[in-house]
């Protein structure tokens, strides 16, 4: 059975820092691309970062590039998402993903696995 764990989320203020750590069991991730959706209340999904398994070739969207960083520890089969500069407009729930086609352009159907989402809250 596969299973993909998020966790990092909380409350930060703007301008804060947070990662977001994503561990997988059942399935091999460095074998995926591998990418993080969001949900903002009220708003659509939103793929914000995505990176690819051949080689180290990532996509972030517009509204969090230079500030998102995505990574991965093969030998210890997570995914991590290190968030600076964190803005209001960062809010939602974040969902680690993986695909074989996810990368770049991060299509919701291409999701083979969805994790159950950590909740990111930039307030102050």
């Not at 947070?18 to 091999?28: E, F, K, P, Q, V």
């Not at 691309?33 to 659509?44: D, H, L, T």
């Not at 995505?70 to 809010?91: A, C, F, G, H």
């Amino acid at each position: 059975q596969v299973q993909i764990m998020e966790s990092g989320g909380g409350v930060v203020q703007p301008g804060g820092s947070l990662r977001l750590s994503c561990s997988a069991s059942g399935i091999t991730l460095d074998s995926y691309s591998i990418g993080w959706f969001r949900q903002a209340p009220g708003k659509a999904l939103e793929g914000v970062a995505c990176a690819s398994n051949t080689d180290d070739s990532t996509y972030y969207s517009d509204s969090v590039k230079g500030r998102f960083t995505i990574s991965r520890d093969n030998d210890k089969n997570t995914v991590y998402l290190q968030m600076n500069s964190l803005k209001p407009e960062d809010t939602g729930v974040y969902y680690c993903v993986s695909g074989r086609v996810l990368f770049p352009n991060m299509p919701s159907s291409a999701v083979a696995y969805w994790g159950q989402g950590t909740q990111v809250t930039v307030s102050s």
